[in-house]
């Protein structure tokens, strides 16, 4: 029996990656850095299969990003990963950025801080050990994290740092506990494709709900708010 393969769709950020993964190997993986993600993202879909030999109809599924992370970014991937599994009927399933990029910075035992910049002097951030959320998707200062990290971990417990907004991070934790900066910025596309494998045979399906995860409000609404309309 032939072990399924999952399409991996990463867009919160401001770059493109997409690959072709099964539970435990990589078949296809490419990451368009800074390009316009309409412009860019069907391309590579289509060098992902094209280059690998494998239909859309024999996937077993498909793993997306669903934030947090940019807006825009965000909604060009949710868009284009249900319009695929719609279209070929083929499960989807909405994967956190904050979850992904633990995953690709997972350390067996080790808690794993994923933190993305919000900017506005803000981080978007989640604590995860192996496969358990400790703290839930948010968004917060940087200057809260250490306090917010010690209710769940141990002093002296080596806690392992993941995504763009590492760097605002660091100075607010390296007090407290030793802390180990890994360099991923982004969740590489594989590992979305490896969780959706994980998750979709269990019975993993969000196609018809598949949302973005903000965790903000988006300028517009707030525009909208103080306007009025």
């Keep these: 029996m032939k072990t399924a393969i999952f399409l991996g ?5 401001t770059d493109t ?3 072709l993964a099964g539970p435990d190997h990589v078949i296809f993986e490419a990451v368009n850095h800074g390009g316009n993600h309409n412009e860019v993202l069907l391309g590579l879909i289509d060098e ?5 030999g494998i239909g859309l109809k024999t996937l ?29 009927a083929i499960p989807v399933k909405g994967i956190s950025t904050l979850f992904a990029l633990a995953q690709a910075a997972k350390e067996p035992g080790k808690p794993v801080l994923a933190v993305i910049d919000a900017r506005k002097h803000q981080v978007y951030a989640g604590l995860y050990k192996d496969e358990q959320v400790l703290i839930k998707p948010r968004v917060i200062y940087p ?7 010690g209710r769940f ?30 360099g991923i910025q982004a969740p590489p596309p ?35 708010e103080r306007t009025g309309d």
């Design 60 to 88: 077993g599924g498909i793993g997306v990003t669903i934030g947090p992370g940019m807006f825009t970014s965000l909604r060009v991937g949710l868009s284009v990963a249900e319009g695929i599994a719609i279209a070929h």
């Design 190 to 224: 594989h590992i979305v494709a490896q969780i959706a494998a994980r998750l979709i045979p269990a019975g993993g399906n969000d196609i018809g709900r598949l949302v973005p995860l903000y965790l903000r409000r988006t300028d517009a609404e707030l525009k909208r």
């Design 143 to 149: 200057e809260r994290l250490a306090e917010l990290a």
């Design 17 to 19: 990656g997409v690959a």
């Design 153 to 182: 971990i141990d002093s002296g417990t080596v806690l392992v740092l993941a995504g763009n907004g590492t760097r605002c991070c660091v100075p607010f934790l390296s007090g407290q506990e030793r802390v180990q900066v890994t």
């Design 9 to 13: 769709i990463e867009t919160s950020g």
């Design 48 to 52: 992902a299969f094209k280059s690998s």
